[in-house]
């Protein structure tokens, strides 16, 4: 009989609030990076703009382009004053779009969203998401009259600053709810010295939905059902992959987001299939990487998926040993915190 499986409790860790970091370093690529080999369980301590060194010259280096756009917004009832908040997260049909929400809505109420644009809630709101209906270019409104939607456990407003630190400096391809936080560490000058390092970058797309932000439900992780999320792979990626391997270069993956559009667009034979798609992969001890053979990634939250996929490339005790050094030794954490290299 098959021993049982790891539990969402084997992901639980010990974390002190004063290690959830509220802004990001001043220079982005001054936050500092923990090294981890996933084969001893080595841990080195450098800073961000070392990463270049921590590499070797024929490595890949794979980001995602995704743009993070306002989509929070707040909102009246005219009817009775309620006020709600709403995450927009995609459109439908034209001007159908699904939201997250908080707040007592049912179908039919209109509201009044925050800059004057309405919006009609169209069907009864389930498991705190709504499908509302709504009048004129809510991208431009967003723009105007958003907020950046920064995750929960940053317990704050948002404000102008995060309008530029909640965005990666190659931020392209609009469409993200959530940042693809191993990105926010790159500047310019790393890119360049990425170059001039021998290692070369490509890029590909995957829009960050409100699945990033929810905790393992249950606790046997086969339970847990992960939103999809599109990707788009582009051709000269997928050459770029092929002919790193080809050459006994690594291919690193710059985040969570990257790691499973990879790994969802790698076909049985190995190999990464160019094009678009979507993926509700969840990653989880026991996965066999096909792609991956390095990741740029920050410290997640306790319980969460990201932090499965994490365990499941370096091992579940080392990823926890690595994650008790950085407590001790200061290390920030989750989205505006320090970044990890595993190895």
């Not at 499986?5 to 002190?16: S, T």
């Not at 094009?275 to 990653?283: E, P, S, Y």
């Amino acid at each position: 009989m098959a021993a049982p499986g790891p539990v969402a409790a084997d992901f639980d860790f010990p974390l002190p609030d004063d290690r959830i970091a509220l802004r990001p370093t001043a220079q982005r690529d001054a936050a500092r990076l923990m090294c981890l080999d996933r084969r001893t369980g080595a841990v080195t301590h450098r800073t961000f703009a070392d990463l270049p060194e921590c590499l070797s010259p024929g490595d890949l280096v794979v980001l995602n382009d995704t743009r993070v756009f306002p989509a929070r917004i707040f909102g009246t009832k005219p009817r009775t004053g309620g006020r709600v908040e709403l995450l927009f997260l995609e459109e439908g049909a034209p001007g159908t779009w699904r939201a997250m929400a908080r707040g007592n809505l049912k179908d039919g109420d209109a509201l009044a969203l925050d800059g004057g644009m309405e919006a009609n809630v169209v069907g009864a709101p389930a498991e705190g998401f709504a499908t509302l209906r709504v009048d004129g270019d809510l991208g431009t409104h967003l723009e105007r009259h958003g907020h950046v939607p920064l995750p929960p456990y940053i317990r704050r407003p948002d404000d102008a600053r995060d309008r530029d630190d909640y965005q990666t400096v190659f931020a392209q391809t609009h469409g993200s709810v959530a940042a693809p936080t191993a990105g926010l560490h790159f500047t310019e000058g790393t890119l360049k010295a990425l170059e001039a390092r021998g290692v070369r970058t490509a890029r590909l797309t995957l829009h960050v939905g409100p699945g990033t932000f929810l905790p393992l439900r249950g606790e046997r992780l086969e339970d847990h059902r992960m939103h999809a999320e599109p990707y788009a792979v582009p051709r000269a990626t997928a050459d770029a992959i092929a002919e790193t391997r080809a050459s006994g270069g690594r291919v690193i993956a710059c985040g969570t987001t990257v790691t499973r559009a990879l790994e969802a667009a790698a076909g049985p034979d190995g190999h990464v299939r160019p094009g678009a798609g979507a993926t509700d992969l969840f990653i989880r001890p026991g996965y066999r990487f096909r792609i991956v053979d390095g990741l740029v990634t920050n410290f997640h939250l306790p319980r969460s998926t990201l932090l499965v996929l994490v365990a499941a490339f370096a091992g579940r005790e080392r990823v926890l040993s690595a994650y008790g050094e950085a407590v001790r030794a200061g290390y920030r954490f989750f989205s505006y915190g320090d970044a990890m290299l595993i190895l």
